[in-house]
């Protein structure tokens, strides 16, 4: 057996000396494809969103096992990571403070390889990335409990950046202490006002009687634990390793299947990838049967809505822009058809981004 034991060990040894060669002949690649991108482009673009959901989309479809192909998929994620920020360092601005589920997502986005940037608002997230300081930002945009983010949607009727990204990230809520906490004299618990919507039922159930604060963020929740002893917070895992924190219970939020889904937002527009997303800001004179001719052409061309949500349009009452998202491409015909006959109408069409749907 113990022969049997130092081959197996052997050849892992053997495996982990290839794999560590192969890799490094990656990045090797990497460096030649930069210096190739220097050649031809004076401002060249190294993050390619559609390049890299092909390349994940493809590592899932392949995938052999016994690894998991999201598994697989998330090592590759890291894999890449690395190796473009060795063709250019990425900084990416995300709404913060740190051990937010919004870095969360911009590291499931990303990789760890990148420098994230927390920022106190989501308008300085697109502040940023409009200036140049950060090359992408990350931004909540919709929860499957609680519905939009009004913020999001509100900062891109005054904004040129485009989306070219999606981040969908599974939430889960733990209840936390800190090191001071006394369990059997807490009176207060600190969560993000969504967050305490989120957990309302289990709130309900198990802590009837404490006070529910809401803070800025979650993460800002988990930081007063360190100077409280009466309090409780609800936080994920990011902010609880962060903070040093200790779970009461896990995963009290009352929806299991409790998702939300984040925006990458840049300057520039993403190519097809094969399995796009399109969102939309559409405008038009208000008229009875409005909202209904401006459905018809998608149901004409048979391309999917996947969401929609009117906001004030902020340039007369009662006047309203519509978002739309949409499966496809831009570029792809059956949805140019669709755009062709909304602007025949009269209608002003905003693009506000077509990008790969999120992989991971």
Same mark, same amino acid.
């Given at each position: 057996?113990?022969?049997?034991?130092?081959? @197996?060990?052997?050849?892992? +040894?053997?495996?982990d000396?290839?794999?560590?060669?192969?890799?490094?002949?990656?990045?090797?690649?990497?460096?030649?494809?930069?210096?190739? !991108?220097?050649?031809?482009?004076?401002?060249? &673009?190294?993050?390619? *969103?559609?390049?890299?959901?092909? =390349?994940?989309q493809? $590592?899932?479809?392949?995938?052999?096992?016994?690894?998991?192909?999201?598994?697989?998929?998330?090592?590759?994620?890291?894999?890449?990571?690395?190796?473009?920020?060795?063709?250019?360092?990425?900084?990416?601005?995300?709404?913060?403070?740190?051990?937010?589920?919004?870095?969360?997502?911009?590291?499931?986005?990303f990789?760890?390889?990148?420098?994230?940037? *927390? %920022?106190?608002?989501?308008?300085?997230?697109?502040?940023?990335?409009?200036?140049?300081a950060?090359?992408?930002?990350?931004?909540?945009?919709?929860?499957?409990?609680?519905g939009?983010?009004?913020?999001?949607?509100?900062?891109?009727? #005054?904004?040129?950046l485009?989306?070219?990204?999606?981040?969908?990230?599974? $939430?889960?809520?733990?209840? %936390?202490?800190?090191?001071?906490?006394?369990? +059997?004299?807490?009176?207060? =618990?600190?969560?993000?006002?969504?967050? @305490?919507?989120?957990?309302?039922?289990?709130?309900?159930a198990?802590?009837?009687? =404490?006070?529910?604060?809401? =803070?800025? #963020?979650?993460?800002?929740?988990?930081?007063?634990?360190?100077?409280?002893?009466?309090?409780?917070? $609800?936080?994920?895992?990011?902010?609880?390793?962060?903070?040093?924190?200790?779970? /009461?219970?896990?995963? $009290?939020?009352?929806?299991?299947?409790?998702?939300?889904?984040?925006?990458?937002?840049?300057?520039?527009?993403?190519?097809?990838?094969?399995?796009?997303?399109?969102?939309?800001? /559409?405008?038009?004179?208000?008229?009875?049967?409005?909202?209904?001719?401006?459905?018809? *052409?998608?149901?004409?061309?048979? /391309?999917?809505?996947?969401?929609?949500?009117?906001?004030?349009s902020?340039?007369?009452?009662?006047?309203? &822009?519509?978002?739309?998202?949409?499966?496809?491409? !831009?570029?792809?015909? @059956?949805?140019?058809?669709?755009l062709?006959?909304?602007?025949?109408?009269?209608?002003?069409?905003?693009?506000?981004? #077509?990008?790969?749907?999120? /992989?991971?």
């Amino acid at each position: 057996m113990t022969d049997s034991l130092d081959s @197996l060990r052997d050849q892992i +040894d053997a495996l982990d000396q290839q794999l560590q060669a192969l890799l490094n002949r990656r990045a090797e690649l990497a460096h030649a494809v930069a210096d190739v !991108k220097r050649l031809e482009d004076s401002n060249p &673009v190294f993050y390619r *969103p559609e390049r890299e959901a092909q =390349v994940l989309q493809r $590592i899932k479809e392949r995938n052999q096992g016994p690894i998991d192909g999201e598994a697989m998929a998330r090592l590759f994620r890291e894999v890449m990571s690395i190796c473009l920020a060795l063709e250019q360092p990425m900084r990416v601005a995300f709404l913060g403070p740190e051990g937010t589920f919004t870095q969360q997502a911009a590291i499931k986005h990303f990789g760890h390889a990148v420098e994230s940037v *927390p %920022l106190g608002a989501i308008d300085e997230v697109f502040r940023e990335v409009e200036a140049g300081a950060a090359h992408y930002g990350v931004v909540p945009v919709e929860n499957s409990t609680e519905g939009m983010v009004s913020h999001t949607l509100d900062t891109f009727m #005054s904004s040129s950046l485009k989306i070219c990204g999606e981040v969908e990230l599974r $939430i889960h809520h733990h209840l %936390l202490a800190g090191p001071h906490t006394r369990r +059997d004299k807490v009176t207060r =618990v600190y969560s993000h006002q969504q967050t @305490l919507a989120q957990c309302r039922q289990w709130l309900d159930a198990h802590l009837p009687t =404490v006070e529910r604060i809401p =803070v800025s #963020s979650n993460a800002e929740a988990a930081r007063r634990l360190r100077d409280e002893w009466n309090a409780l917070a $609800i936080a994920g895992d990011m902010a609880a390793e962060l903070y040093g924190l200790e779970r /009461v219970q896990s995963n $009290i939020e009352d929806r299991p299947d409790n998702t939300t889904r984040f925006l990458v937002i840049g300057r520039q527009d993403t190519p097809p990838s094969g399995r796009d997303k399109t969102s939309m800001l /559409v405008t038009g004179k208000n008229r009875p049967g409005l909202l209904s001719d401006m459905l018809l *052409p998608f149901r004409e061309q048979g /391309v999917n809505l996947t969401r929609l949500e009117s906001r004030p349009s902020r340039t007369a009452n009662w006047s309203y &822009v519509f978002f739309i998202d949409c499966e496809g491409h !831009k570029e792809d015909p @059956l949805l140019k058809n669709v755009l062709a006959k909304l602007e025949g109408d009269g209608n002003t069409i905003r693009i506000l981004g #077509s990008y790969p749907k999120a /992989v991971l």
